[in-house]
């Protein structure tokens, strides 16, 4: 997009916005008849975000261009630089005169320029997606950021997989449909497994980096927080989830969050727990301390919190289990993990890891049936399998205890299959029950979609299941299990 291109673009915005405002102030004072003036203002209103919302990308991809050129422009107008001092100072110069004219902070508009550059270089793709206003803003962003450090072809190929409609095994759903935050958990579970460096490696480079920070705050309050690996930390957050649910209750007026805070605090700050010797572990992704043979295998752990084992389910390639390639495993709730992490886990009696059988094409769990009304256990892991979270659209809730949910009623004839099942959260479960938002459309692959009380549906994230990585020099057996090209 040339600058005359810009301007023209510019001017076409702000025309549209004012029409969008007129419509909506219409709607608003209801000067226009309507047979359901109520249904018509909340229409024209929601039509007015969505396109208020597309607008706003269009011009943030006017801003980044705009950023582009004046740092191309102001390069070229600086000449030479005669050192590597004078070269700073004009990348200085420039930084400067980018936050003057936005009034942010020097390091917002180094990011801005930084951003700009990666996008109009870099990822053609992402540039166009912004300027069409199919993503925000935000979407960039991540994209930019996640193929930070990937060289041309690596970031080309992670662009081209969810912007790229005729990519090989191309991202299920657009990529604007999905929030930011779950637009970067898929972005970034696909740089881990086609990252050209081995996940072995730059796992054991991050482990060297773990540690504990704390950071005082105001009125009274600190932030603590650790950096471990993920099958420990993810075990740690399940185990205090788990016992945060356990104390929830009628008379209980802490929320979870509150209930989570002072478990891991109470957990940490007494003497009750067992030590790190053997009689204390459980599995590798989980806390030390005293179990029982109770359902949740918890037993009271200091002023009677419940000390709940660790349920961390994962899903690993046959042939990365054995040994034979390096493809990442599945930790449930994060994404990939090293197969010797995997491993680990298996070898330490991990009793959440169950066998699940996968279509040797796309990577995706089979259809388990069941003919009565209450779920198998095996159930319900294939719907954490399938749905990943909790299927409502930007819902990022993995809480191990979301409740199972018949689409089409059991009662109005509606089975127990996986296709007629979702596994909402609490707040979405009651949504459902409690409102007309309506679950519909699900599949033994893709979770339920949703359909608004306005009549819009919205898809559920879909998992990008892959099929699974073959060791390169395939011989004998392996050479007849290998799918065919074809």
Known sequence: MDSRAAVVTAEALSASFAELAAVLREATEGSAPCADPLRRRADIALKTLTAVACGEAKLAALKVHAAAVYAAAAEALAGPAASPQDHRGQEMAVVAEVACVLT?????????????????TSLPLTMSALQAGTISWQHARIMVDETTNLD??????????????????????????????????????????????SIEERHLRGVQDRRVEYAPDRDGMAWLSAYLPADQAAGIWDRTTTAARALQGPHEDRTLSQLRADTAATWLLTNTTAGTGDEGRENSGSVSGATSDHETGGSAVGDGVP?????????VPVLALLGLTDEPAMLDGYGPIPPSMARQLIADGAESFHRVLTDPRDGAPLEIGRTSYRLTKAQRQWLRLRDGKCPFPGCSNHSLDNEADHILAWAKGGSTGISNLGQPCH?????????????????????????????????SEQPDWEPPHWPQQQSGKWSALAPRAD
Request: net charge positive.
């Open 307 to 315: 000390s709940p084992r660790a349920q961390v389910l994962i899903t």
């Open 427 to 459: 707040k979405h479960h009651r949504l459902r029950h409690t409102t007309t938002w309506t679950p519909t459309g699900a599949t033994k692959n893709i979770p339920p979609g949703w359909t608004s009380p306005t009549g819009r549906h919205y898809t």
């Open 104 to 120: 942010v902070s020097e390091r917002s508009a180094g990011a801005l320029l930084a951003e700009a550059h990666a996008l109009t």
């Open 152 to 197: 041309r072809p690596g970031a080309a190929a992670l662009e081209a997989h969810f912007l790229d409609p005729h990519a090989v095994n191309p991202a299920r759903g657009p990529v604007g449909e999905l929030i930011p935050g779950r637009f970067r958990h898929k972005a970034r579970t696909w740089r881990e497994r086609h990252h050209p460096v």
